[in-house]
């Protein structure tokens, strides 16, 4: 089995401050970027006693520069560096077998969510597909199915993963942590949550038989609620947006990589209009 691995920061055991996971924090941010690279070896680990094979890791937090590599095996491939043009996705395509997503979050909005957004808080307010509702974990994993790849793990938040096995009720999910509000957790230790990922990357692996890609069916729409109105101003020019209300865009295709690809120009293209005038 060929397995791509997504890997957040946000939904790390512990992580409950923007500061903890920012790059720029020189105290915590070292600790929990640590944290995470467990977290992500915990998985590979899993992985490969349930009979994986390849494994290509994407960094997806932040800057994508989180990694601490030689916490990770070294026959594994890591996709590192920011300003990826498929973003968290990057590598996704053909040749896989499954996809993981560990220390994911809960969608902007969401109750209990810690630090909960999708994608980036200051742009996007909320985003639907088909007038789904979509976190990161699921507009993610509409690209891996779109490929004929079944999501087989996820951990996080008790939010995120309860919202992902709604959707896709063969993934096996670890709670390693319960929202206390957005700035709170409940949450397991670090060695304890890597027990829980790693004991479930095995089973997920061993079960991915079952498993099913997860898609949106065509015709496909993608409405996103920006987060100030002057964010759509910007995302409207684009060819192939519609602007529907002050804060809301819309855009159709039939293709799910094009509606990926239109979701991440917007929210880079928006987040322009956040510099003030």
């Not at 992580?15 to 924090?25: A, E, I, K, L, Y």
């Not at 973003?87 to 997503?101: P, R, V």
């Not at 779109?146 to 309860?162: A, F, H, K, N, S």
Request: charged share 20%; aromatic share 10%; glycine share 10%.
């Amino acid at each position: 089995m060929r397995l791509y691995i997504s890997c957040d920061m946000e939904g790390t055991a512990g992580v409950c401050s923007w500061m903890q996971c920012d790059p720029s924090n020189t105290h915590e941010y070292p600790i929990y970027r640590r944290y995470m690279s467990q977290e992500v070896r915990a998985a590979i680990d899993g992985a490969r006693k349930g009979g994986a094979g390849e494994i290509v890791v994407n960094d997806s937090h932040w800057d994508m520069r989180n990694l601490l590599w030689d916490e990770l095996p070294a026959d594994v491939r890591v996709i590192s560096g920011g300003r990826k043009p498929l973003s968290m996705t990057q590598g996704l395509g053909k040749g896989f077998d499954g996809a993981m997503f560990t220390g994911y979050h809960a969608k902007a909005g969401d109750r209990n969510g810690v630090l909960a957004h999708t994608y980036t808080g200051e742009t996007i307010y909320s985003v639907r597909v088909n007038g789904i509702d979509c976190s990161e974990a699921l507009l993610n994993a509409a690209m891996a199915g779109y490929y004929g790849i079944p999501l087989l793990l996820v951990t996080g938040d008790r939010v995120v993963v309860e919202h992902v096995t709604q959707h896709m009720p063969w993934v096996t999910g670890v709670i390693v942590k319960e929202g206390i509000g957005h700035y709170a957790a409940d949450s397991m230790t670090q060695q304890a949550a890597c027990a829980a990922i790693r004991d479930a990357a095995a089973q997920a692996v061993k079960g991915a038989s079952k498993a099913k890609p997860f898609t949106f069916d065509p015709p496909l729409t993608l409405e996103i609620d920006t987060t100030h109105a002057e964010q759509a101003d910007f995302i409207e020019l684009m060819p192939g947006y519609q602007r529907t209300a002050g804060r809301t865009v819309r855009f159709q295709a039939r293709e799910y990589p094009e509606i990926f690809r239109a979701f991440i120009a917007a929210f880079r293209l928006g987040g322009a209009a956040n510099v003030r005038a």
